[in-house]
């Protein structure tokens, strides 16, 4: 199945219940962030976060970005 296909398949409920941190790279010329924005718009606004980074088809590990996701993990983990 496609990514397309997948994410459709989720059921709403489940959607509203995963928290999702997207990362996209503004240079990715593998995934573009507007490919990125329609998958993180299948989830719940309310648990799902963007970031996007200046560099290309990666996750960067700089020191805020490693905040960020410290960050973000504790919120998800904290939420029911």
Do not use: C, W
């Amino acid at each position: 199945p496609t990514l397309k296909s997948a994410l459709h398949n989720l059921k709403q409920q489940q959607r509203e219940q995963i928290s999702t941190l997207h990362v996209s790279g503004m240079n990715d010329t593998l995934i573009t962030s507007a490919m990125s924005e329609v998958v993180f718009n299948y989830f719940d606004p309310s648990r799902a976060e963007f970031h996007q980074h200046k560099g290309g088809h990666y996750v960067p590990s700089d020191p805020p970005f490693r905040q960020k996701m410290r960050d973000f993990i504790q919120r998800a983990m904290s939420l029911p």
